[in-house]
């Protein structure tokens, strides 16, 4: 089972779904609203527990009652949380609006997320432990650095998602293995608009890129290797908040259970293609036994070699 320790956030998702978002100044009228637990550490964290990896999360809730429920959401995903912190005043939150499309737009007020400023006692052993340790930007700066750094020193896999999308420091980018970004967040760190030019433009600081492309699948770059596109599952999508987190907790379960590149970006495709055809970010999210099911019906078998063969035909080199 892959061992995988999260450094991220949490925040409760305040969810309002309107047949179409309201413009700067304007009022829409809401057919429904939810509050659904999230964070994309998270998120993360419940997503790669249900794809099949052994979890730890560390992060921070309040004091109030999203906290509670927060950790109760992590606990009952299978998420271990002993050394999430509990620090005194309101949890992380997220507005978030989503359309009849899918389509979201999202407000984070960080909370107790601001309170993680460094790896706290027992932080660095648990990191030890991991095969991967996953990362995003919702924490303050100083402990994603510190997280990656300690990662690098103690020979962790380091994966980070680099929303919300802000410069790099140099020591971030030297400790990080893997970087995800999205389309837009690739082009907000390099300034290139296309997808396969700003992946290679990234690999001068990283060794391994995956830009995620939304309903077109993800973009598979290496140093050394031809750039790899794979698509992903034609669905209607219902809601697609939390769907790149889904397709990086997959991610981490397939690459530690050493599943090549090409195989684990489909599988991880697969789990966000299941997760968007559901409403919320962490109550979406798929089984393993789902996503091996899905996968195994693109392959037309139950796992054997032809599959792989034609797994291969659906991935292109870009």
Do not use: C
Not at 89 to 100: K, L, P, Q
Not at 231 to 258: K, M, Y
């Amino acid at each position: 089972m892959t061992s995988i320790v999260v450094l991220g956030s949490t925040n409760m998702d305040l969810v309002a779904y309107v047949p179409r978002a309201p413009a700067l100044g304007e009022t829409v009228t809401g057919r429904s609203f939810r509050t659904i637990p999230g964070g994309k550490g998270a998120n993360q964290a419940v997503a790669a527990a249900r794809a099949g990896g052994e979890v730890s999360m560390i992060g921070a809730v309040g004091t109030d009652e999203f906290g509670v429920r927060l950790r109760a959401t992590l606990d009952h995903g299978a998420v271990d949380t002993d050394l999430l912190r509990t620090v005194e005043g309101a949890s992380g939150t997220a507005h978030i609006v989503v359309d009849d499309e899918g389509g979201n737009a999202i407000v984070v007020v960080p909370g107790a997320n601001s309170a993680v400023t460094s790896l706290d006692h027992g932080d660095e052993a648990l990191i030890g432990t991991a095969d991967l340790l996953l990362l995003q930007l919702e924490l303050p700066l100083s402990v994603v650095v510190e997280g990656a750094a300690t990662a690098r020193r103690l020979g962790v896999r380091t994966v980070l998602t680099p929303a919300p999308a802000q410069p790099l420091p140099p020591e971030l980018l030297a400790a990080t293995d893997l970087l995800v970004p999205n389309e837009h967040e690739a082009a907000a760190l390099t300034g290139l608009t296309d997808p396969r030019e700003a992946a290679l433009a990234l690999l001068r600081d990283v060794p391994e890129v995956v830009v995620t492309l939304g309903a077109a699948g993800s973009l598979y770059a290496a140093r050394g290797a031809d750039p790899v596109m794979v698509p992903a599952p034609r669905v209607r999508a219902v809601d697609t908040t939390g769907a790149g987190d889904t397709f990086v907790g997959a991610l981490a379960v397939a690459l530690g259970e050493g599943r090549p590149a090409p195989e684990a970006l489909a599988w991880a495709g697969i789990a966000a293609a299941l997760s968007v055809q559901r409403e919320g970010a962490s109550t979406s999210m798929p089984f393993r036994t789902e996503i091996e099911a899905a996968f195994a019906a693109t392959r037309g078998d139950e796992g054997g070699d032809d599959g792989g063969d034609k797994h291969e035909r659906e991935t292109d080199r870009v």
